[in-house]
């Protein structure tokens, strides 16, 4: 994939609202680290906050969390999140008044491809954003 190991980082997170705020800090720490700035670190942050939301609404508990992943390349950043749920993600139509449903429409809007793969029991699913 053409990215180096300086450019690589990867994290637990728990299945909480801790966990969240854990992995946007850590989403916009390595990035500011490397030298990316302004809105590829907003929506670079957006995007794996999105994709650690699904892994932990749908991980069975807490202490199961998820395993996040981030690299570059020089023209693009990938995050991965892997989770212990089977469960496909799938782009749901929200309601007007609902207040989730939304995730991968916004990571669809923010990245060039994302996509899921299985993984052991579990999955991974993975975006990449181009910067």
């Not at 969390?65 to 991965?80: E, K, Q, Y």
Request: contains cysteine; hydrophobic residues 45%; aromatic residues 6%.
């Amino acid at each position: 994939m053409g990215i180096s190991d300086a450019n690589f980082a990867a994290t637990k997170v728990t299945a909480s609202a801790d966990g969240l705020a854990h992995a946007r800090q850590f989403t916009r720490c390595h990035l500011l680290r490397w030298g990316l700035e302004g809105t590829v670190v907003d929506d670079v942050t957006s995007v794996m906050g999105e994709l650690t939301a699904n892994a932990v609404r749908h991980t069975p508990t807490a202490e199961d969390g998820a395993w996040l992943a981030l690299a570059t390349s020089p023209r693009t950043v990938v995050c991965i999140v892997l989770d212990p749920s089977p469960q496909q993600p799938a782009p749901r139509t929200a309601d007007y008044p609902a207040t989730d449903g939304r995730g991968l429409t916004v990571v669809a809007g923010l990245s060039a491809v994302w996509g899921w793969s299985p993984q052991g029991q579990g999955k991974a699913v993975w975006a990449r954003i181009l910067i």
